[in-house]
């Protein structure tokens, strides 16, 4: 069974004098079980739009989704969803324990459960000193954490994620990548949205690009970034100046070892001259073009 299925899914907004305004448009994707995607657009591209749409928070003006076969009208549908909106606001005069408790206690978890969990979580999340101070006092990267605290607790198989790396330092947003990729390892769905490609590129399996309400293109992340090889650096030990100077020598002369560039085209025949006349690899480094390179390409032109 998929983890979500989304078909068709369209919203239309009334602006200002009654302007209509189409958010989203024919939306169609297949997110597997088990699966990292990453939902990748500029600001205002329809991302946070589909999410609410998944988790019922707006109605669809055409279209359908579903969460593990359970069509997203059914409010059962979300019991076994970890969600993280865009702009997380809770009660203020909560502490981080006690909102924790109250989000696992809607999900009728029994009270050993919820009390191991909950520990397990604000651990985790670097709260645990702090979890008994309301969280008006929380910096915005402490409130971020708490809303991905209540995200976990309850240990669903689907996370819907909306910008969960936002307001995070690099501390915070390596944790959460962590927690991602612990996920994963766990068989469990995570789906989120960004637009800092390095959050995809690190952690996903597929990769969603959207902008203006519609789906550009869905690629396999490792797929991208192969196909975005430009050429090798190559650094080699003992090899004849002749040779070196059949290709783009890199770096300083003093260095105990060359380092050349070799194009996609050449390498083949690169490894094969040099081994030939008995020089020694010491290294090889891909040069590619990173996802933000494929983003901007497919924002900009629409292709890949």
């Not at 983890?3 to 200002?16: D, N, P, S, V």
């Not at 549908?77 to 909560?94: I, M």
């Not at 989120?192 to 969603?208: A, L, P, Q, Y």
Request: hydrophobic content about 40%; aromatic content about 8%; charged content about 25%.
């Amino acid at each position: 069974m998929n983890a979500i299925e989304i078909t068709g899914l369209c919203k239309q907004f009334t602006g200002k004098r009654m302007t209509k305004v189409d958010a989203l448009k024919g939306l169609d994707l297949t997110i597997a079980a088990g699966e990292i995607f990453g939902f990748l657009g500029p600001n205002g591209a329809g991302k946070s739009t589909t999410i609410k749409l998944v988790m019922g928070l707006l109605r669809p003006t055409s279209g359908t989704a579903k969460i593990m076969g359970m069509d997203v009208g059914q409010a059962e549908s979300r019991r076994n969803v970890g969600y993280l909106p865009e702009n997380p606001a809770f009660y203020d005069y909560l502490s981080a324990e006690e909102y924790v408790a109250f989000v696992g206690s809607q999900f009728r978890m029994e009270k050993a459960l919820l009390a191991r969990r909950s520990e397990e979580v604000l651990t985790r999340l670097d709260l645990w000193e702090a979890r008994k101070r309301p969280m008006r006092g929380y910096s915005k990267g402490m409130v971020q954490r708490v809303g991905l605290a209540q995200a976990l607790i309850h240990d669903p198989d689907v996370y819907i994620l909306d910008e969960p790396m936002s307001g995070l330092d690099p501390i915070g947003r390596a944790l959460v990548k962590e927690i991602i990729l612990d996920l994963k390892k766990r068989g469990k769905c995570v789906f989120f949205s960004t637009h800092i490609t390095d959050d995809v590129e690190k952690v996903c399996d597929r990769v969603g690009i959207i902008a203006n309400g519609v789906l550009k293109s869905v690629h396999a992340v490792d797929e991208l970034l192969q196909h975005g090889i430009e050429g090798y650096y190559v650094q080699v030990a003992n090899c004849p100046d002749d040779l070196i100077c059949e290709y783009a020598k890199q770096g300083n002369n003093s260095m105990p070892v060359d380092q050349i560039f070799v194009s996609r085209q050449q390498y083949q025949e690169c490894m094969e001259k040099l081994f030939a006349v008995g020089s020694s690899v010491v290294f090889i480094e891909p040069k590619r073009k990173n996802l933000e390179a494929f983003f901007l390409d497919v924002v900009a032109n629409n292709k890949l």
